[in-house]
């Protein structure tokens, strides 16, 4: 997955990379800046989701695309499909740009609102990687885990670096008998939760 990636692909990555680089640097205002994972992480989740059972991927908060395209390589391994979403209009235009220069639009699918106004009518999904503002975390995870394919995975981003503000998904998910989860110290810290099969 990692030793050929598209052209296009990796040229876009590297694009979003340099731009969220100086989007930290420069003192762009949060709701503007890219926020995205490093690149550890988009591998993590990329490794993740091509082991994930059958299913479709949704992702909940796309930015400008740059996680999505890690777990493009995991759909196009796969043979399944992205559904990602995003609530702002222009992080939703820069996200479709992304998925149009890298080649991606066959396997990813964009849908610009407030992800929990969609994810009832998401079902088997095999793996979810959620990376939105924190104070949707445990709705989001709610309306997920029920939703999940047996073995399915989700993955929760900042779950070091914003442990505080999260600690009531954190704790919730930790000791939630639908799922094995724990907490992996890569990139921002990432909890892990994998749905139970019985
Ligand atoms: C940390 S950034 C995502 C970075 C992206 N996953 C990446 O690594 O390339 C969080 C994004 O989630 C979006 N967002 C926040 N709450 C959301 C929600 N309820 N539904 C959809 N998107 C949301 C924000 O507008 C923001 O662009």
Known sequence: MFYNI????????????????????????????????????????ALLAASAPDGAFIEIGTSAGYSA??????CRLRGTTLTTFELLPEKA??????FRAAGVRDVVTLIQGDARDYLQDHKDIAFCFLDAEKESYSDCYEAVVPNMA?????????????RETLKPMLDRALSDDRVDALVVPIGKGELVCRRNTQ
């Open 6 to 45: 598209p052209q296009a692909i990796l040229a876009r990555m590297r694009h979003l990379e340099e731009r969220d680089a100086m989007d930290r640097a420069d003192g762009t205002a949060r709701l503007q800046r890219l926020r995205q994972v490093p690149p550890e992480t988009g591998k993590f989740i």
């Open 69 to 74: 395209l890690w777990l493009a390589l995991a």
């Open 93 to 98: 235009r820069m996200a479709e740009e992304t």
């Open 150 to 162: 047996p073995g399915g995975l989700l993955v929760a981003d900042n779950a070091v670096n914003c």
